[in-house]
């Protein structure tokens, strides 16, 4: 056989085998197991269809999921924002409501008060109208009382230059009936009006105080230890110098009854005091035969006075230069001392001791008590002595002027006391009372300043008061329970100081 | 129709038991009846077979793989192939085991699923391209979407897809006079006019699997059962159409295959006229083969289609392409064309007898 028929015949049979073999294997099986597996297949696949259904609607639901959650989320914003803007409306309307009220309110008030305010107003204006018509009637009264008035002040004018008229004629009338009288010389009359005239012009005259009597202790001072032998006023105040048995001057406020000023530097018991007229210095005299002169202003001693030898029982001080002190001591001496110079420029001795001394208004001449009971007068410049009188019969303790210096008082011993006029030396009064007995040798009694009253202590303590013009006791003052050793009256009229032998100083007023 | 068709079409019926080790429900699942691909493998057979047992598997990652009374069976042979070499009396249905865990690291490489077997398609196809035309730029410069498509067309068993990608790869054919001869005008020039400009090759790739018996037999069910791989040697060798020779019989290129195995055909050819007896034992074992067997004994030597013998030792009992047995006369440059694998291989099934 050929080569292609054999091939051929192969090829052929090749193909019957492949035929035949998918007759065998799929030919037969496939319908079986195709169909057996369908089910399975198409089950899975249907499962997987399903599921990637519902996977696609699940992603889907989830898309619109997210979406409306996003719109929702927005619209909650929305809707709390709105509801926030709500509340917020609310509340301003409420607010508004409110003030709306209220407004309503001011506004019906204030109708209110504008209505009142309106008849207020209407009131004034008629009120006013009214007033304005009674100014004008008081303008018109106004008006007519000037003119009256005018008119009266010139009647008046007149009046007044008829009266002056009618005085000037009385006045000259006056003046003749005086001068008659003066012609008629009724001089004494005329004298007392000149005098009065004349003390009304003299110097110290606007110092002159009317004295009382006084009754009542004002003040009581225990002033100085073991005794108080000598008390002043200054000159016109009220102002008590006190010198004691202690070596102190002391100077008092009779006012208040306080200390003032305390002078030391004295070396014994002062027994007398004199102040300057300028109640710039204080004298004293003092048991240990000095004189000590302080100044006041500043406390300390100015000048100490030497030359005595015994005790200087009596001081007084010019009332006119303040220069010239004189003092007298138991050493029957009587000094007289130059402040200015410092030294003694007169000394006159006389057996009698002198226990009191006082100055006269003029400053020339000083008027002596002796212990012989004589009252002497001397010359300074000279020393040479005056005149003397017998004034008492015991020992003369004081001595002291009239305001006037024309009248001079002394005290004795022999519990007298004498009122003597200074140029004639007559004895001008006498006083005397029961129970009034002189204390010491020194005992001080003093005139008021209106030369009216005389004052006098007594041993038994007692003060007693005599009036000169009416020549009597007038009035006793009890006080001290010791004898009373020095009486003074203040330039001013009252108090009135006295000092006893305990030292306690009394102020009468 | 045409051979390819009825090649492409062909499905062998599986049975499919689950192996007892995996079995965890009661009662045990029956086993699952597949139509498989001859031109496909069996791990692209995994997503229908697991439905049918997924319920029943133990808890665990499942790695596929098959076995046949014991064998593993490699997962990089065709379907088809494996049925030939391994039942050489079909068994339809063919029964073997599926197991999913114990994967047998020892004897079969890993396989990682579908991509796995594709990438292996893919070298194969590398390789016979290299074998026919020198080189293989035309598969590796293909496109990602050509391969795909390849792939599926493969898979899918469409062998239109096939056809049509595959001659973009401009593999060259083996020139077959034959083709043309035997097939119908209608088909010729059908044939002709789809490959206007084929290159044509010289060379075949061939796998051929040769499976050594030692005892002889007479019928296909006596040969014992295959247990293990060594019995089964694997020569990969192309063939070489000589130019000279007119007509290149299959019985040529097994020659140029296994040489050994046709040393004595002078001595035979010599024999034939003398000894009877192994005349007869010829005959006889040619009826079994099934192979119309036309003696000729007398005029072309070369194209004798005598059972071969290396003297008394070795004789092929069995030659399987695509489940037929080929007459030996077959020109193999119609074999060539018409039998081969989607992988440009031809997968050559061969029984022999070795007396040890």
């Given at each position: 056989m050929s080569r292609e028929v054999l091939a051929r015949e192969a090829i052929n049979h090749a193909f019957k085998a492949l035929k035949k073999r998918h007759l065998i294997e799929e030919g037969a099986h496939a319908p079986a197991y195709i169909a057996l597996s369908r089910p399975i297949i198409s089950q899975g696949s249907e499962w997987k269809e399903k599921a990637e259904n519902l996977e696609m609607e699940l992603q889907q639901c989830y898309k619109a999921q997210s979406r409306l959650s996003e719109q929702l989320v927005v619209e909650v914003a929305e809707s709390r924002a709105l509801k926030a803007s709500l509340q917020e409306k609310e509340m301003a309307i409420a607010e508004l409501e409110k003030e709306l009220n209220q407004t309503r309110d001011e506004c019906s008030q204030l109708k209110t008060d504008l209505e009142e305010k309106i008849r207020a107003l209407e009131l004034l204006m008629v009120e006013h109208q009214e007033l304005k018509a009674q100014l004008e009637q008081m303008a018109i009264k106004a008006k007519n009382a000037e003119a009256e008035n005018k008119m009266l002040v010139d009647r008046w004018m007149l009046q007044k230059m008829q009266d002056a008229e009618r005085l000037n004629e009385a006045n000259a009338l006056y003046e003749d009936i005086i001068e008659r009288l003066k012609a008629s010389g009724l001089e004494k009359l005329a004298r007392e009006q000149v005098d009065g005239i004349v003390r009304r012009s003299e110097d110290g005259a606007e110092f002159f105080a009317e004295s009382t009597v006084p009754s009542v202790c004002s003040h009581r001072i225990n002033a100085h230890e073991g005794g108080c032998a000598s008390i002043l006023f200054e000159y016109n105040s009220g102002k008590l110098i006190s010198g004691g048995q202690d070596r102190s001057v002391k100077m008092w406020d009779t006012g208040t009854g306080s200390l003032t000023h305390n002078f030391s530097g004295c070396l014994g018991s002062v027994l007398d005091l004199a102040i300057t007229h300028d109640n710039r210095f204080v004298i004293a005299a003092s048991s240990s035969n000095n004189l000590f002169v302080w100044d006041v202003s500043s406390g300390r001693i100015r000048h100490t006075l030497t030359g005595h030898t015994d005790k200087v029982c009596a001081v007084d001080v010019s009332k006119v230069s303040s220069r010239h002190v004189v003092s007298a001591a138991y050493d029957r001496t009587i000094k007289v001392w130059d402040l200015q110079k410092g030294y003694c420029t007169n000394t006159i001795i006389f057996h009698s001791n002198c226990n009191a001394l006082c100055f006269s208004t003029d400053g020339l001449t000083i008027c002596s008590g002796h212990v012989d009971g004589n009252l002497r007068l001397w010359d300074i410049r000279t020393g040479k002595l005056l005149s003397e009188v017998a004034a008492h019969s015991l020992p003369i303790t004081s001595i002291s002027l009239s305001r006037n210096g024309n009248v001079v008082l002394t005290s004795g011993r022999d519990n007298v006391h004498n009122l003597f006029d200074v140029r004639s030396l007559e004895a001008c009064g006498t006083f005397r009372a029961t129970g009034n007995r002189v204390a010491s040798n020194w005992s001080r009694s003093c005139i008021s300043p209106d030369d009216n009253y005389i004052a006098a202590g007594s041993a038994d303590g007692s003060i007693c008061i005599w009036s000169i013009?009416?020549?009597?006791?007038?009035s006793t003052l009890k006080e001290h329970t010791a004898p009373v050793l020095s009486c003074t009256w203040s330039g001013l009229g009252k108090p009135l100081a006295s000092a006893d032998k305990n030292g306690i100083v009394c102020t009468w007023t | 129709m045409e051979a390819p068709k009825y090649v492409w079409e062909g499905a062998i019926p599986l049975q499919i038991h689950l192996h007892e080790s995996q079995v965890t429900t009661l009662p045990p699942p029956p086993p699952a009846l597949i139509l498989a691909p001859r031109i496909g493998y069996l791990p692209l057979l995994a997503p229908l077979i697991k439905p049918y047992f997924s319920s029943t598997l133990p808890p665990g990652v499942d790695t596929i793989w098959f076995d046949c009374n014991g064998l593993p069976l490699k997962w990089y042979i065709p379907t088809g192939v494996l049925f030939d070499l391994l039942c050489p009396e079909p068994e339809r249905p063919w029964n073997i085991t599926v197991h999913f865990r114990g994967y047998p690291g020892n004897v079969l490489i890993p396989c990682e699923g579908e991509d796995s077997v594709k990438w292996s398609f893919i070298n194969s196809l590398k390789e016979a391209a290299y074998i026919m035309n020198g080189n293989c730029k035309n598969v590796m410069n293909m496109s990602q979407s050509d391969q795909l498509e390849l792939w599926h067309s493969v898979m899918n068993g469409n062998l239109e897809a096939y056809q049509r990608v595959s001659s973009k790869l401009k593999l060259a054919t083996v020139d077959d006079e034959y083709a043309s001869l035997c097939l119908q005008k209608s088909q010729q020039s059908v044939i002709e006019t789809d490959l206007p400009a084929q290159a044509k090759t010289g060379r075949v790739p061939v796998r051929l699997y040769v499976l050594s018996v030692s005892k002889d037999f007479d019928d296909l069910d006596e040969i014992p059962r295959v247990d293990s791989w060594e019995k089964i040697s694997y020569i990969n060798r192309p063939v070489e159409i000589r130019k000279e020779d007119k007509c290149f019989t299959l019985h040529d290129a097994l020659k140029i295959l296994l040489p050994e195995l046709f040393l004595d055909e002078s001595l035979m050819n010599v024999k034939l006229g003398g000894v009877d007896l192994e005349d007869a034992v010829r005959n006889s074992n040619e009826d079994v083969t099934s192979v119309k067997v036309v003696e000729d004994q007398g005029q072309n030597v070369c194209k004798q289609p005598e059972a071969c013998r290396i003297s008394s030792s070795a004789k092929i009992k069995l030659i399987r392409i695509q489940g037929i047995e080929p007459k030996l006369e077959i020109p193999f440059s119609w074999v060539a064309n018409n039998l081969l694998n989607p992988d440009y291989f031809l997968h050559v099934c061969v029984c022999v007898k070795v007396a040890q």
């Amino acid at each position: 056989m050929s080569r292609e028929v054999l091939a051929r015949e192969a090829i052929n049979h090749a193909f019957k085998a492949l035929k035949k073999r998918h007759l065998i294997e799929e030919g037969a099986h496939a319908p079986a197991y195709i169909a057996l597996s369908r089910p399975i297949i198409s089950q899975g696949s249907e499962w997987k269809e399903k599921a990637e259904n519902l996977e696609m609607e699940l992603q889907q639901c989830y898309k619109a999921q997210s979406r409306l959650s996003e719109q929702l989320v927005v619209e909650v914003a929305e809707s709390r924002a709105l509801k926030a803007s709500l509340q917020e409306k609310e509340m301003a309307i409420a607010e508004l409501e409110k003030e709306l009220n209220q407004t309503r309110d001011e506004c019906s008030q204030l109708k209110t008060d504008l209505e009142e305010k309106i008849r207020a107003l209407e009131l004034l204006m008629v009120e006013h109208q009214e007033l304005k018509a009674q100014l004008e009637q008081m303008a018109i009264k106004a008006k007519n009382a000037e003119a009256e008035n005018k008119m009266l002040v010139d009647r008046w004018m007149l009046q007044k230059m008829q009266d002056a008229e009618r005085l000037n004629e009385a006045n000259a009338l006056y003046e003749d009936i005086i001068e008659r009288l003066k012609a008629s010389g009724l001089e004494k009359l005329a004298r007392e009006q000149v005098d009065g005239i004349v003390r009304r012009s003299e110097d110290g005259a606007e110092f002159f105080a009317e004295s009382t009597v006084p009754s009542v202790c004002s003040h009581r001072i225990n002033a100085h230890e073991g005794g108080c032998a000598s008390i002043l006023f200054e000159y016109n105040s009220g102002k008590l110098i006190s010198g004691g048995q202690d070596r102190s001057v002391k100077m008092w406020d009779t006012g208040t009854g306080s200390l003032t000023h305390n002078f030391s530097g004295c070396l014994g018991s002062v027994l007398d005091l004199a102040i300057t007229h300028d109640n710039r210095f204080v004298i004293a005299a003092s048991s240990s035969n000095n004189l000590f002169v302080w100044d006041v202003s500043s406390g300390r001693i100015r000048h100490t006075l030497t030359g005595h030898t015994d005790k200087v029982c009596a001081v007084d001080v010019s009332k006119v230069s303040s220069r010239h002190v004189v003092s007298a001591a138991y050493d029957r001496t009587i000094k007289v001392w130059d402040l200015q110079k410092g030294y003694c420029t007169n000394t006159i001795i006389f057996h009698s001791n002198c226990n009191a001394l006082c100055f006269s208004t003029d400053g020339l001449t000083i008027c002596s008590g002796h212990v012989d009971g004589n009252l002497r007068l001397w010359d300074i410049r000279t020393g040479k002595l005056l005149s003397e009188v017998a004034a008492h019969s015991l020992p003369i303790t004081s001595i002291s002027l009239s305001r006037n210096g024309n009248v001079v008082l002394t005290s004795g011993r022999d519990n007298v006391h004498n009122l003597f006029d200074v140029r004639s030396l007559e004895a001008c009064g006498t006083f005397r009372a029961t129970g009034n007995r002189v204390a010491s040798n020194w005992s001080r009694s003093c005139i008021s300043p209106d030369d009216n009253y005389i004052a006098a202590g007594s041993a038994d303590g007692s003060i007693c008061i005599w009036s000169i013009s009416k020549a009597d006791i007038v009035s006793t003052l009890k006080e001290h329970t010791a004898p009373v050793l020095s009486c003074t009256w203040s330039g001013l009229g009252k108090p009135l100081a006295s000092a006893d032998k305990n030292g306690i100083v009394c102020t009468w007023t | 129709m045409e051979a390819p068709k009825y090649v492409w079409e062909g499905a062998i019926p599986l049975q499919i038991h689950l192996h007892e080790s995996q079995v965890t429900t009661l009662p045990p699942p029956p086993p699952a009846l597949i139509l498989a691909p001859r031109i496909g493998y069996l791990p692209l057979l995994a997503p229908l077979i697991k439905p049918y047992f997924s319920s029943t598997l133990p808890p665990g990652v499942d790695t596929i793989w098959f076995d046949c009374n014991g064998l593993p069976l490699k997962w990089y042979i065709p379907t088809g192939v494996l049925f030939d070499l391994l039942c050489p009396e079909p068994e339809r249905p063919w029964n073997i085991t599926v197991h999913f865990r114990g994967y047998p690291g020892n004897v079969l490489i890993p396989c990682e699923g579908e991509d796995s077997v594709k990438w292996s398609f893919i070298n194969s196809l590398k390789e016979a391209a290299y074998i026919m035309n020198g080189n293989c730029k035309n598969v590796m410069n293909m496109s990602q979407s050509d391969q795909l498509e390849l792939w599926h067309s493969v898979m899918n068993g469409n062998l239109e897809a096939y056809q049509r990608v595959s001659s973009k790869l401009k593999l060259a054919t083996v020139d077959d006079e034959y083709a043309s001869l035997c097939l119908q005008k209608s088909q010729q020039s059908v044939i002709e006019t789809d490959l206007p400009a084929q290159a044509k090759t010289g060379r075949v790739p061939v796998r051929l699997y040769v499976l050594s018996v030692s005892k002889d037999f007479d019928d296909l069910d006596e040969i014992p059962r295959v247990d293990s791989w060594e019995k089964i040697s694997y020569i990969n060798r192309p063939v070489e159409i000589r130019k000279e020779d007119k007509c290149f019989t299959l019985h040529d290129a097994l020659k140029i295959l296994l040489p050994e195995l046709f040393l004595d055909e002078s001595l035979m050819n010599v024999k034939l006229g003398g000894v009877d007896l192994e005349d007869a034992v010829r005959n006889s074992n040619e009826d079994v083969t099934s192979v119309k067997v036309v003696e000729d004994q007398g005029q072309n030597v070369c194209k004798q289609p005598e059972a071969c013998r290396i003297s008394s030792s070795a004789k092929i009992k069995l030659i399987r392409i695509q489940g037929i047995e080929p007459k030996l006369e077959i020109p193999f440059s119609w074999v060539a064309n018409n039998l081969l694998n989607p992988d440009y291989f031809l997968h050559v099934c061969v029984c022999v007898k070795v007396a040890q």
